[in-house]
């Protein structure tokens, strides 16, 4: 949350200095940002919540990274499906979608395993 304003803010006030010619005038408007940067930056440390949301939030961070790492090999599972159930009811497909179809699951497989060879551990920031 923190990074999305250090982010956003100076990017948009940035815009607003390339439409500013008058140099003094540029200052005053990029020394505005900053001090709204920090201002919303210590109101936001400043703020209060009760334990059970932080825990909400931690687990909405960690389910997004579950949620994440299950698109690939459910996509293959529901790929290699689509194969099997058209080639079983005789559904005509070319042949390169029946390689890309029966190719999905080993190739998540091998791609699995590659990554799993070159993967660092994991250093939690939280």
Do not use: H
Not at 3 to 19: E, Q, R, Y
Not at 20 to 47: G, H, P, Q, S, Y
Not at 69 to 89: H, T, W
Not at 117 to 123: G, I, L, T, W
């Amino acid at each position: 949350m923190f990074s999305l304003f250090a982010k956003f803010i100076p990017g948009l006030f940035s815009i607003g200095g390339k439409l500013i010619e008058d140099k003094d005038k540029r200052n005053e408007f990029a020394f505005k940002a900053l001090e709204l940067t920090n201002v919303i930056m210590l109101k936001m440390l400043e703020t209060k919540t009760y334990p059970w949301i932080d825990g909400l939030v931690k687990l909405a961070y960690a389910s997004e990274q579950i949620i994440k790492g299950l698109f690939r090999p459910i996509g293959a599972a529901l790929m290699f499906a689509f194969g099997v159930y058209s080639e079983l009811n005789q559904i005509s497909l070319s042949e390169p979608i029946k390689y890309m179809l029966f190719g999905a699951l080993p190739a998540w497989g091998v791609d699995r395993g590659l990554d799993k060879r070159k993967k660092e551990p994991r250093q939690d920031d939280w």
